[in-house]
């Protein structure tokens, strides 16, 4: 990967919007959000990948640039920061099992989804589509209106590459996008813990157990500290008796 060539791409997706903006001294933020809409899911047809939705590359940023299809919150990525470099502040909205962005018009918040091809969503909309989902919940669905940081943007695109290797039964892929997941969150538990099984399925037994352990130590009292607790002891006979036979672990 080389993210000059990435950065470049989007540089000039917003030179293109900023053109097709026009050279007027004040812009509307409507203006700008509709120019980005049209340059990048019109012209440039940008969508969501339906057909291949846990495709890995649909998780990767200079992918999506390339295939121009993309999971939710890639494209609201690629969305946010054209936008931005065309002038317009745009944040990105994790709702349960979607991602959208939003911006700020006259005073108003106005909801977008890259994935469909920008469509608008009305906010009392989407408060729907929240609140259904978390039916049964006590969370607030306006809670889940609130931009968020880069670094859950961040989480959350790592979260989605690390389901999609898994998916596809590779755990070495998984592996990677947990150990990035851990450089930008080390303090998550469920992400040691997964990284200890996938060291097991890929036969790195020491590196499994230093892993398991460490989740172990941190997460008593856990729905999951007894089992891995029981994993960890049986791994540890067997790979006292005969590492060979540590395979055999279920």
Known sequence: LDPKVALKRIDDLAVAVRLRIGSAEQVSAE???????????????????EDDYYNPLNACLDSVLVRRRGLPILLSILFIEVAARAGLAVQGVGVPSHFVVKYVDQGRNRFLDPFNRGAEIPSTVLLAQISKSLAGSDVSPDAFLEGVTKRQILSRVLANLKGCYLRRRDPAGALRAIDYQLAVTPWSL???????LILYQLRRYDESLQALRSYHEH???????????RVIRRLERLAGENPSEAADLP
């Open 31 to 49: 203006a700008i959000a509709r120019c980005s809409v049209e340059l990048l899911f019109e012209d440039e047809g940008y969508q969501g990948d």
């Open 190 to 196: 469920d992400e040691v813990r997964d990284r200890g």
């Open 219 to 229: 997460a008593y009292g856990s729905d999951s500290a007894s089992q891995i607790d």
